[in-house]
C-alpha cells in the first residue's frame, strides 16, 4: 500500500459533477485526487478475504447478543428487541455494510463496522472509477459496487412486499440524499419500482400503518437513517408495522460499537480484531475510547502511554463506552488512511480511501481513489 502523489484533472469539479457528485468540496475539498494509493494484487486478496471473514464473525456475533440477550449492553430498548429479533429469525435482508479497517505493516485490524447507515458509498462505487477511467484506464480497482448492488436488489426483488420500494432520507443533507437516490437508481436498474419520501414526511395511520404524502401504503422501504434515532422518533413505535425495512432491525445490533468487545468475547486474539472491552480499558495503557453510538468521530479519545494524545469533542457518549486496543492508522508524510471496506449482498465487492490529518477520522477527512498495481509492493 503506497501513497503516490499526482496533478488532479484539470476542471475536476466539473466531472465530477457530470455524475452527480454535488458534495465534493466544503470549507476544504472533500474529493482529493492529487494523489491515489496503490495496492499489489496480493495486498487486495488479503482485504477481500479479511472482509469476507469478519461478515461471517459479525453474523455469529448477532447470534450470540440474541441467544444471550446482551441488549443492555447495546442501549437497545426492551421495547425493541422482539422487532429485531423477528427480523433475524425472518431473515430480513441486508443489502450493504462498510468496515473501517487499518492495513499497517502487513496487518489488518478491524476499527469499527458501519452495518446500519454507511456513506461514502458513491464515491467509493463511482466517482473513484470515472477517476480511474481518465487517469489510467488500463488498470483496475478493487471496485466491483456497483454490479452487486444491482445484483443484489435483483436477487431480492421477489422476496420484497408487494408494492413500490421507497427510499427515504432526512431532508438538509446532501451527501444522504445523493447515497440513497443512488440506491435507488441501482434498484431502478434491477427493475424495481421505486419512489421517494423524505424521513421527515413519513405519515402512519391510526392502525399502524406506514403512508406517503399521498396516503399510499408503504410495504417496502429503505431508510437511510440510524435504528437509534428511529427508536426515540414518535413514529417508532409503529416499527411494527408490516412494511419491510432496509436495512433491517438487526442491524442497530452490528451498527452499535458495542459489537467490538463481544466479537473480542467470541475470538480472542482473532489477528483481525483488537482486544476491545465495556466498563474500562483493563489493563490497556493505549488504547482508544469510542461512545456505542457516534459518527464522523465524535467523542472520541485516543490514549497512548495512559495519556491522551488526540480527542474530538461531540454531543454523544450518554449511552456508554467501549475500549478498544490502539493500532495506529499508517502514515503517508501526516495522511493518516482508513480503509473503507464494502460488503453488498453478503460479499467484500471494493474498497474505499479516507484520510485524515490527524489519527481519528472525522467530516474534514479526503477521499483519495485508488488503483491495484501488478507489481509486488
Same mark, same amino acid.
Request: charged share 20%; proline share 5%.
Given at each position: 500500500?503506497?501513497?503516490?502523489?499526482?496533478?488532479?484533472? @484539470?476542471?475536476?469539479?466539473? &466531472?465530477?459533477?457530470?455524475?452527480?457528485?454535488?458534495?465534493?468540496?466544503?470549507?476544504?475539498?472533500?474529493?482529493?485526487?492529487?494523489?491515489y494509493?496503490?495496492?499489489?494484487?496480493d495486498?487486495?486478496?488479503?482485504?477481500?478475504?479479511?472482509?469476507?471473514?469478519?461478515?461471517?464473525?459479525?453474523?455469529?456475533?448477532?447470534?450470540y447478543?440474541?441467544?444471550?440477550?446482551?441488549?443492555?449492553?447495546?442501549?437497545?430498548?426492551?421495547?425493541?428487541?422482539?422487532?429485531?429479533?423477528?427480523?433475524?429469525e425472518?431473515?430480513? #435482508?441486508?443489502?450493504?455494510?462498510?468496515?473501517?479497517?487499518?492495513?499497517?505493516?502487513?496487518?489488518?485490524?478491524?476499527?469499527?463496522?458501519?452495518?446500519? !447507515?454507511?456513506?461514502?458509498?458513491?464515491?467509493?462505487?463511482?466517482?473513484?472509477?470515472?477517476?480511474?477511467?481518465?487517469?489510467? #484506464?488500463?488498470?483496475?480497482?478493487? @471496485?466491483?459496487?456497483?454490479?452487486?448492488?444491482?445484483?443484489?436488489?435483483?436477487y431480492?426483488?421477489?422476496?420484497? @412486499?408487494?408494492?413500490?420500494?421507497?427510499?427515504?432520507?432526512?431532508?438538509?443533507?446532501? &451527501?444522504?440524499? !445523493? !447515497?440513497?437516490?443512488?440506491?435507488?437508481?441501482?434498484?431502478?436498474?434491477?427493475?424495481?419500482?421505486?419512489?421517494?419520501?423524505?424521513?421527515?414526511?413519513?405519515?402512519?395511520?391510526?392502525?399502524?400503518?406506514?403512508?406517503?404524502?399521498?396516503?399510499?401504503?408503504?410495504?417496502?422501504?429503505?431508510k437511510?437513517?440510524?435504528?437509534?434515532?428511529?427508536?426515540?422518533?414518535?413514529?417508532?413505535?409503529?416499527?411494527?408495522s408490516?412494511?419491510?425495512?432496509?436495512?433491517?432491525?438487526?442491524?442497530?445490533?452490528?451498527?452499535?460499537?458495542?459489537?467490538?468487545?463481544?466479537?473480542?468475547?467470541?475470538?480472542?486474539?482473532h489477528?483481525?480484531?483488537?482486544?476491545?472491552?465495556?466498563?474500562?480499558?483493563?489493563?490497556?495503557?493505549?488504547?482508544v475510547?469510542?461512545?456505542?453510538?457516534?459518527?464522523?468521530?465524535?467523542?472520541?479519545?485516543?490514549? &497512548?502511554?495512559?495519556?491522551?494524545?488526540?480527542?474530538?469533542?461531540?454531543?454523544?457518549?450518554?449511552?456508554?463506552y467501549?475500549?478498544?486496543?490502539?493500532?495506529k492508522?499508517?502514515?503517508?508524510?501526516?495522511?493518516?488512511?482508513?480503509?473503507?471496506?464494502?460488503?453488498?449482498?453478503?460479499?467484500?465487492?471494493?474498497?474505499?480511501?479516507?484520510e485524515?490529518?490527524?489519527?481519528?477520522?472525522?467530516?474534514?477527512?479526503?477521499?483519495?481513489?485508488?488503483?491495484?498495481?501488478?507489481?509486488?509492493?
Open positions: 500500500m503506497k501513497r503516490i502523489e499526482i496533478l488532479p484533472r @484539470n476542471n475536476w469539479q466539473k &466531472e465530477v459533477e457530470k455524475i452527480g457528485f454535488g458534495f465534493h468540496t466544503t470549507n476544504v475539498p472533500y474529493w482529493f485526487e492529487s494523489a494509493y496503490s495496492f499489489s494484487m495486498e487486495i486478496d488479503k482485504l477481500e478475504t479479511a472482509t469476507n471473514d469478519l461478515w461471517l464473525m459479525c453474523l455469529d456475533a448477532v447470534q447478543v440474541i441467544d444471550q440477550h446482551l441488549y443492555h449492553r447495546f442501549s437497545i430498548p426492551e421495547f425493541y428487541v422482539h422487532l429485531i429479533e423477528l427480523s433475524w425472518k431473515d430480513h #435482508p441486508s443489502i450493504y455494510g462498510r468496515f473501517d479497517l487499518c492495513y499497517r505493516d502487513g496487518q489488518i485490524k478491524l476499527l469499527e463496522f458501519n452495518a446500519d !447507515t454507511p456513506t461514502s458509498l458513491f464515491e467509493a462505487s463511482i466517482v473513484q472509477w470515472y477517476w480511474l477511467q481518465d487517469f489510467h #484506464p488500463s488498470m483496475d480497482q478493487f @471496485n466491483s459496487i456497483h454490479e452487486a448492488l444491482i445484483g443484489t436488489w435483483s431480492l426483488h421477489p422476496y420484497l @412486499n408487494k408494492g413500490k420500494l421507497y427510499f427515504s432520507c432526512a431532508k438538509r443533507n446532501l &451527501e444522504d440524499l !445523493t !447515497t440513497t437516490e443512488y440506491l435507488r437508481d441501482c434498484a431502478m436498474q434491477a427493475g424495481i419500482e421505486t419512489d421517494f419520501i423524505f424521513i421527515d414526511d413519513l405519515g402512519v395511520r391510526d392502525n399502524a400503518v406506514f403512508v406517503d404524502n399521498h396516503a399510499n401504503k408503504i410495504n417496502n422501504i429503505f437511510l437513517y440510524p435504528y437509534e434515532f428511529m427508536f426515540h422518533e414518535d413514529f417508532g413505535k409503529n416499527l411494527y408490516t412494511t419491510l425495512w432496509i436495512e433491517p432491525s438487526w442491524k442497530a445490533i452490528l451498527s452499535n460499537k458495542a459489537i467490538l468487545p463481544i466479537l473480542w468475547e467470541l475470538f480472542p486474539h489477528p483481525y480484531l483488537l482486544p476491545a472491552y465495556f466498563d474500562s480499558p483493563g489493563t490497556m495503557t493505549n488504547y475510547k469510542k461512545p456505542l453510538l457516534s459518527r464522523e468521530g465524535a467523542n472520541i479519545t485516543i490514549v &497512548e502511554n495512559n495519556k491522551i494524545i488526540e480527542h474530538n469533542r461531540g454531543n454523544y457518549g450518554a449511552e456508554g467501549v475500549y478498544q486496543g490502539l493500532f492508522l499508517p502514515n503517508f508524510d501526516g495522511n493518516h488512511a482508513v480503509i473503507g471496506s464494502w460488503v453488498v449482498g453478503q460479499e467484500a465487492v471494493g474498497i474505499g480511501i479516507r485524515s490529518n490527524g489519527l481519528i477520522s472525522n467530516d474534514g477527512s479526503r477521499f483519495v481513489p485508488h488503483l491495484i498495481t501488478s507489481f509486488a509492493q
